[in-house]
């Protein structure tokens, strides 16, 4: 609601009761006595009645679940594992949504999203994954006889491939082993990890990726893990839900899967 509204039916409010809950002053509006005799008990009401909505939105999704997750990780670490969620949970109903950004869980169009980020979000449940780290990864192909990559200084002979909202990935991975950023050549730069995993196999650099985000790429010879020193991007995988929501028994099946997923990988 606007602003302009909230304080209409504020007034409409006190209008009904007879009684001022607010003093307006030029700055701010703060409670009047009444007014915060008034709140303690019907906030109280306000709480229960959250609680028995979202209990309600649960109870009608018990056999199903609708999940949110991000382009990159839903094609190479989600989609590969799910015919294990389906065979060990064949009952249960789930439809998977592409999604970059933030869910409005008051909807009641998403029951699950999955998040990356530092894990502060004060308007969800969010229960930690494992974190994202990165290590080099490039085409066998791409790289020369004369120029081979024993070391993690010989990669200056190649462009290093940048994320444009990440660019300083790079610079800490180099300054993590020791070395100096101002000598390795500057690649192509891409608005996301997947496009620069992408670019890594077709040969043209090397990428900075989260290795459980590339194992086809690994497994199929187009990508190869240059060096086994991986950068601590202070930042996790996280699955995230509604605050306060009780959990459908189709959530918690999830939840229990994924988690044993992430820690077997």
Same mark, same amino acid.
């Given at each position: 609601?606007?602003?302009?509204?909230?304080?209409?039916?504020?007034?409409?409010?006190?209008?009904?009761?007879?009684?001022?809950?607010?003093?307006?002053?030029?700055?701010?509006?703060?409670?009047?006595?009444?007014?915060?005799?008034?709140?303690?008990?019907?906030?109280?009401?306000?709480?229960?009645?959250?609680?028995?909505?979202?209990?309600?939105?649960?109870?009608?999704?018990?056999?199903?679940?609708?999940?949110?997750?991000?382009?990159?990780?839903?094609?190479?670490?989600?989609?590969?594992?799910?015919?294990?969620?389906?065979?060990?949970?064949?009952?249960?109903?789930?439809?998977?949504?592409?999604?970059?950004?933030?869910?409005?869980?008051?909807?009641?169009?998403?029951?699950?999203?999955?998040?990356?980020?530092?894990?502060?979000?004060?308007?969800?449940?969010?229960?930690?994954?494992?974190?994202?780290?990165?290590?080099?990864?490039?085409?066998?192909?791409?790289?020369?006889?004369?120029?081979?990559? #024993? &070391?993690?200084?010989?990669? !200056?002979?190649?462009? @290093?491939?940048?994320?444009? *909202? /990440?660019?300083?990935?790079?610079?800490?991975?180099?300054?993590?082993?020791?070395?100096?950023?101002?000598?390795?050549?500057?690649?192509?730069?891409?608005?996301?990890?997947?496009?620069?995993?992408?670019?890594?196999?077709?040969?043209?650099?090397?990428?900075?990726?989260?290795?459980?985000?590339?194992?086809?790429?690994?497994?199929?010879?187009?990508?190869?893990?240059?060096?086994? #020193? &991986?950068?601590?991007?202070? !930042?996790?995988?996280? @699955?995230?839900?509604?605050? *306060? /929501?009780?959990?459908?028994?189709?959530?918690?099946?999830?939840?229990?899967?994924?988690?044993?997923?992430?820690?077997?990988?």
């Amino acid at each position: 609601m606007t602003p302009s509204a909230i304080s209409h039916q504020i007034k409409g409010l006190e209008s009904f009761l007879g009684i001022e809950l607010f003093r307006r002053t030029k700055r701010k509006v703060v409670l009047t006595e009444a007014g915060e005799t008034y709140l303690k008990p019907i906030k109280q009401i306000f709480q229960k009645l959250e609680q028995a909505t979202a209990d309600l939105k649960s109870a009608q999704h018990a056999g199903s679940l609708r999940l949110a997750v991000a382009p990159s990780f839903l094609t190479r670490w989600l989609m590969p594992r799910m015919e294990r969620f389906q065979s060990r949970y064949p009952d249960i109903e789930i439809e998977i949504r592409s999604s970059m950004g933030f869910i409005d869980f008051s909807l009641g169009e998403i029951d699950m999203a999955v998040y990356f980020g530092n894990g502060e979000w004060s308007d969800v449940e969010a229960h930690y994954l494992r974190p994202i780290r990165l290590a080099p990864v490039c085409s066998p192909k791409m790289i020369k006889p004369d120029q081979p990559i #024993k &070391q993690p200084e010989d990669m !200056r002979f190649y462009p @290093l491939l940048h994320v444009s *909202k /990440r660019n300083d990935e790079w610079n800490d991975w180099l300054v993590q082993n020791d070395l100096d950023p101002k000598v390795f050549r500057r690649g192509l730069m891409f608005s996301s990890g997947s496009l620069t995993a992408g670019a890594a196999a077709q040969g043209l650099g090397i990428a900075l990726a989260d290795i459980s985000l590339v194992t086809p790429e690994i497994d199929s010879g187009q990508l190869q893990v240059l060096f086994d #020193k &991986q950068l601590d991007t202070n !930042r996790s995988f996280y @699955l995230v839900f509604e605050k *306060k /929501r009780a959990l459908t028994p189709a959530m918690a099946a999830f939840k229990e899967w994924i988690i044993e997923e992430m820690n077997d990988s």
